[in-house]
């Protein structure tokens, strides 16, 4: 370790002087720039006052803007839902059973859409057979209680066939119920990987 008394910083701080006197009287100067800000502001305040009014303005017109053009983006929505709405192919009370109302998802969904469900339901029954028994039961309940909602949103439908929110709460039933029935056959291939290993 190096000795304190050798250090070439040590020794250049002790050459230097321990007080410095001001080469001349520095507070006059120091006085009249503090004084000096409060003259301006005084003499600026008009324009800062205008300029704080162009900001304000400003912010103004942009608030309006956002607001005009959130409220044509809403307006523009509603209207292109109410289209489609109305372009849906309205069902009457007799073309809809009570259990499955397959006449107005045969009209709105086509032959195709029945055909899948089939297929569907017969692979979910192939492939339910291999679970435990207490996902079974889970997966039984399930496909119950959305067939049982969709049976309950039909019979209001039926008193409310061209109410867009019932036909699309149907809709969005049925796709709950095809992901149930296709989740059952990516279940169990999971089951067979992870039993495999």
Do not use: C, F
Not at 11 to 17: E, G, Q, S, T, V
Not at 105 to 118: C, E, F, M, P, T
Not at 162 to 168: F, T, V, Y
């Amino acid at each position: 370790m190096s000795d304190p008394k050798r250090d070439p910083l040590d020794a250049a701080l002790a050459r230097l002087p321990r007080e410095v006197q001001p080469s001349r009287d520095l507070w006059p100067a120091i006085e009249a720039q503090l004084s000096e800000p409060a003259d301006e502001e005084v003499r600026a305040s008009p324009r800062r006052r205008m300029s704080v009014g162009w900001m304000q303005l400003a912010a103004g017109v942009l608030i309006l803007v956002a607001t005009a053009a959130t409220t044509y983006v809403l307006t523009r929505e509603s209207m292109t839902k109410e289209m489609v709405a109305t372009t849906l192919p309205q069902v009457s009370p007799t073309q809809m059973p009570a259990a499955v109302p397959t006449a107005y998802v045969s009209q709105v969904l086509g032959a195709g859409y029945l055909d899948a469900r089939k297929q569907l339901e017969a692979t979910y029954r192939e492939k339910i057979a291999a679970l435990p028994p207490g996902t079974r039961a889970k997966l039984e309940r399930d496909l119950a209680d959305l067939r049982r909602a969709a049976t309950e949103v039909a019979n209001t439908l039926e008193q409310h066939p061209s109410d867009p929110l019932l036909q699309e709460l149907l809709m969005s039933t049925y796709q709950s119920e095809l992901d149930l029935l296709s989740g059952v056959g990516e279940m169990t291939t999971a089951t067979s990987v992870r039993t495999d290993l």
